[in-house]
């Protein structure tokens, strides 16, 4: 789902509504917190005017604007009225503590820069969703960003060759081979510019023009 400039309600200001926001921000939601009190994170983000905080309990019209609404009290009734004035808005819920009320649940997630891992677990062990994503976090490193601009930015030029995807699918099984990971990671671009040149058939300076985006 793009939230990008969408608003997310967020009820609720402890860690829990802490971790939500953090989420949101991180796929370039823009954030209102309701809650009387927050923690000292989401005090410093109001401060910087980088979240919206309503200092209040909770009411109706907190939701006007939304796409997503986040319900992450310690009050069960506040969380069933967020809840119920979602649903008669015709707005998407999660709701902390009631994984069966959710219309959506938010995964455990690492990123890398274009590229998004997301590990859920239907709500049966949370903890678990957390510990695979700290093992990918390891496998996964920053590289594969770069991995992915570069691959990002050769398909778009394969497209507008007017390839078939039959065709550019071929070849990105043949570009993304396991040393490709570790010549990015280890800035061999000599290496790299090979390995393109002769699997697409590009002159040198075509390659060069494509790694030189990545490195900038
Ligand atoms: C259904 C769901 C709804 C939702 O919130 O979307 C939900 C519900 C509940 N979580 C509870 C507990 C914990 N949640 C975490 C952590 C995370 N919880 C997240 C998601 C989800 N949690 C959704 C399901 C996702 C899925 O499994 O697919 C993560 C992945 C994403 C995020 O929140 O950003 C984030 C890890 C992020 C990361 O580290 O990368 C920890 C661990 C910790 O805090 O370190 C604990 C304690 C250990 C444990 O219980 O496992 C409780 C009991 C509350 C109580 O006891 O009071 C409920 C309610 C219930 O189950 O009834
Ligand atoms: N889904 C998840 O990942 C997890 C969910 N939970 C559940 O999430 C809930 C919140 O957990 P924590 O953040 O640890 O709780 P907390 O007790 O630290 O924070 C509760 C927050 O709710 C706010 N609040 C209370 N009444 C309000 C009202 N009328 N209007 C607006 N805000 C109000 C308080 O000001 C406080 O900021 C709990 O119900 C807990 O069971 C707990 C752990 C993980």
Redesign the pocket.
Known sequence: MNISGRLCVV???????ERKVGGILNADGLVRV?????TPGLATLAEHHTIEWLQK??SQPDLDGALLVFA????SH?QQAVCRDARMAGLLINV??TPEACDFQVPAVVRRGELTLGVATNGAS?AVAAMVRRRLEQEFGEVYGVLTVLAGLIRVQLLAEGRESGEVKLLFEKILCDDIVQWLQQQRWDEVQQHVETILGWSPGMVREVLNKVIS
């Open positions: 009820v609720g200001g402890g860690l829990v509504a309701v809650s009387p009190v927050v309990d909770y992450a009290t310690n009050n506040v902390a503590d949370p």
